[in-house]
């Protein structure tokens, strides 16, 4: 089985969803039932999004900045634990590396909060996604999704490759299953790392749900010049690569691990 294909949405898109592919690096099906993918990128005019195939089929999978879900994580304000995580507060708003951006819903969170945020992501599907996430944010009707999305910027490839100068936190988020009850997240979840387990072949694009890559994040992390290190884990689990952090912030189903460095390193 193929694991990610590029569908168009009409056939008014096939020529758009045509272009999305090559950009991406994969082939196109014409409609859900000729493809033999796990999951889709599904291209319309205007939107794109993921789809897992399998039957029954859940719901689509967006990046919206803008998306009713994201208002009510962005009420939260400073009492957001994980802007408390990364050391937001009323007179300092770090500069966030995320090293794991996945669907890019955390960046946005603390981007909202006034950081500067840099996402970075190996997948090259997850960047497209991101990438007209942002693009649609920037001709959002509310004031406060542009100013948000214009502290954002979206980097494409292996975390693990950079040398970070300028940033103040790396933020981890490993992206372990079942750290949630909600059939969302879990569905959102499983469309990702069907993806992800998609391209586990390449070197560029390493399979988020790995421990032994999250292990090689954290140290790869911990060496960088950076203040702390904040890494979102299932709110039961062990620390990850058995490294106890200086604190911990906890929230309803996950917590944030908190590895405060000496500010010289």
């Known amino acids: ?17 045509a272009k999305v592919a090559e950009e991406v690096g ?8 000729e493809s033999s993918a796990s999951v889709a990128l599904v291209v319309d005019t205007h939107d794109v999004w993921l789809q897992p195939l399998e039957k029954p089929r859940p719901g689509r999978v967006m990046v919206d900045f803008s998306s009713p879900d994201m208002l009510h994580r962005r009420k939260s ?31 946005f969170v ?18 497209f ?7 649609t944010a920037l001709m959002s009707a509310s004031e406060k999704v542009i100013q948000a999305a214009k502290r954002m910027t979206i980097s494409r490839g292996n975390s693990t490759h950079r040398s970070l100068t300028g940033f103040n936190t790396v933020y981890l988020d490993p992206m372990f299953p079942d ?8 569905k959102d979840l499983a469309a990702v790392q069907s993806l992800l387990g998609s391209q586990s072949g390449s070197q560029e694009v390493p399979t988020s749900d790995s421990t032994d890559h999250a292990v090689a994040l954290l140290n790869w992390a911990l060496s960088q010049p950076v203040e702390r290190v904040v890494v979102k884990r299932p709110i039961k689990s062990p620390y990850l690569g058995g490294v106890k952090p200086s604190h911990a912030i906890m929230g ?5 691990d908190v590895l405060v460095r000496p500010v010289n390193q």
Do not use: W
């Not at 990610?4 to 008014?12: L, N, R």
């Not at 994969?26 to 039932?33: G, I, P």
């Open 129 to 135: 996604l991101l990438q007209h996430a942002r693009k």
């Open 110 to 127: 603390l981007a909202d909060l006034g950081c500067e945020v840099e996402l970075s992501e190996a997948s090259p599907v997850l960047y």
């Open 1 to 17: 089985m193929i694991a990610c294909e590029v569908i168009p949405a009409t056939k008014s898109a096939e020529k758009i969803a």
């Open 179 to 186: 750290r949630s009850k909600s059939a969302a997240v879990k």
């Open 26 to 33: 994969l082939t196109v099906a014409r409609s859900y039932a």
């Open 77 to 107: 304000g400073h009492n957001e634990p994980l802007g408390r995580a990364v050391g937001v507060k009323a007179d300092r708003k770090p500069r966030v590396f995320d090293a794991t951006a996945g669907l890019g819903r955390d960046a």
């Open 252 to 256: 309803k189903v996950v917590r944030f």
